[in-house]
């Protein structure tokens, strides 16, 4: 991986949360749903398909 120098967080910056080792602890929070209310309000649609094909691969991958 290549860091551009110029985005590069100086060295001499710490961590926001670090524990007694100085390593990075990350925490990963499930996003909001994300809702379009900008958009204007439709009607329902109903969709048909015809001549529709679904394959599925039989045995393992090796």
Known sequence: MKVDN???????????ISD?????KV???PAQHKTLTHLPKRPPVDLAFTDLT???QEGRKS
């Open 27 to 29: 925490t990963i929070t």
């Open 54 to 56: 679904y394959k599925v």
């Open 6 to 16: 110029e985005l590069a967080a100086p060295e001499e910056t710490k961590p926001m």
């Open 20 to 24: 007694r080792k100085g390593s990075l």
